[in-house]
């Protein structure tokens, strides 16, 4: 079992930065890609961001590549997102999810998954 508590979350103005932290229960560097997925009001669960066990593979949605950048410190078993020049359409809640491969990750093929962080935007 991993568990995955992520914080960071906040009210923030348009074009400001934000910068989330997940902490994983476990030792996550031997095996686990981590993620990030957001959910806004009436819509589905979305990939953000995934980066390999080792942190030399990274993977962006298009609609934050260049503004958000993954990374995880494996000796802290903490993964960050941070996420510039945001955007009102970026408001959402916030999870952090696990899994054995960032395939499955980003699949959301039985991810791991924290309790969310919320994130909003004000125009």
């Known amino acids: 079992q991993v568990q995955l508590v992520e914080s960071g979350g906040g009210l923030v103005q348009t074009g400001a930065s934000l910068r989330l932290s997940c902490a994983a229960s476990r030792r996550t560097s031997s095996s686990y890609a981590m993620g990030w997925f957001r959910q806004a009001p009436g819509k589905e669960r979305e990939f953000v961001a995934a980066i390999n066990w080792s942190g030399h593979n990274t993977y962006y949605s298009d609609s934050v590549k260049g503004r958000f950048t993954i990374s995880r410190d494996n000796a802290k078993n903490t993964v960050y997102l941070q996420m510039n020049s945001l955007k009102p359409e970026d408001s959402a809640v916030y999870y952090c999810?696990?899994?054995?491969?960032?395939?499955?990750?980003?699949?959301?093929?039985?991810?791991?998954w924290g309790q969310g962080t919320q994130v909003t935007v004000s125009s």
């Open positions: 999810a696990a899994n054995m491969a960032t395939g499955l990750l980003r699949d959301k093929q039985n991810n791991y």
